[in-house]
């Protein structure tokens, strides 16, 4: 398909298991974001990467969150020893720059829910 | 620190009836977005709006950013079911790469 493209579309997991969530950007866009949202609510930036480098990773909640970005394209985000705290969608996006009139393309999303 | 701040936060209304959604903020941005988002799927852009005081139309909907740029509006005229949603604005601080979102406005339009 031609859109942003995450998988699994739900995660159900024990509290304390390692979980990976992937992203597939649409092809030749160079920016890719992740956010976090909570039940109904607006959406927490996560990181950004512009080609496989994350300049930013301030929004990432803690240490046992990471995120890589491999050839320029898929992204995992990496959840290890998770919390019920964790439970929420995750949502991946991208751009094909980062000008202000760059627009977004989300996926669906990966919702995580922690047991 | 919440940066956008979205009234109402939730709305219920008739169909036919028109309604506004407020995005506000004490900063500055260099331009602002807004999404529709359905249950179980991803935000989707409706506007861009980059020029303070820029009004954009899209149908039954018009958006126009401050004179300031630092609040926006989305007026929905005789709004109809298909319009229920989340609502969603997010901005780009000036020299930044990333968006901020709004709180969002859940709208819920009956028929």
């Known amino acids: 398909g031609a859109g942003v493209s995450q998988s699994p579309s739900n995660k159900v997991t024990e509290k304390g298991k390692d979980v990976e969530l992937r992203c597939d950007p649409i092809?030749?866009?160079?920016?890719l974001y992740w956010y976090r949202q909570s039940l109904g609510q607006g959406l927490e930036f996560l990181i950004y990467?512009?080609?496989?480098?994350?300049?930013?990773k301030s929004g990432l909640p803690s240490d046992r969150f990471s995120a890589e970005r491999t050839g320029g394209s898929v992204s995992t985000l990496t959840i290890q020893r998770t919390q019920q705290e964790d439970s929420a969608v995750y949502l991946c996006?991208?751009?094909?720059?980062?000008?202000?009139?760059?627009?977004?393309?989300f996926g669906d999303g990966t919702r995580l829910s922690i047991l | 620190t919440q940066l956008l701040e979205q009234s109402p936060q939730f709305l219920s209304i008739q169909e036919g009836e028109n309604l506004t959604v407020y995005c506000n903020s004490s900063?500055?941005?260099?331009?602002l977005q807004w999404y529709r988002q359905e249950p179980g799927e991803g935000p989707v852009l409706l506007v861009t709006v980059v020029t303070g005081g820029e009004v954009k139309k899209l149908k039954r909907l018009t958006f126009q950013f401050g004179d300031a740029r630092k609040d926006s509006s989305l007026h929905i005229t005789a709004a109809q079911p298909g319009d229920t949603g989340l609502y969603l604005c997010a901005g780009v601080r000036p020299g930044t790469y990333k968006y901020i979102f709004g709180t969002g406005t859940r709208l819920k339009v009956l028929a």
């Open positions: 996006a991208s751009s094909s720059g980062t000008g202000d009139n760059q627009p977004q393309h």
């Open positions: 900063s500055v941005f260099s331009s």
């Open positions: 092809s030749g866009h160079t920016a």
């Open positions: 990467f512009q080609g496989n480098s994350a300049p930013d």
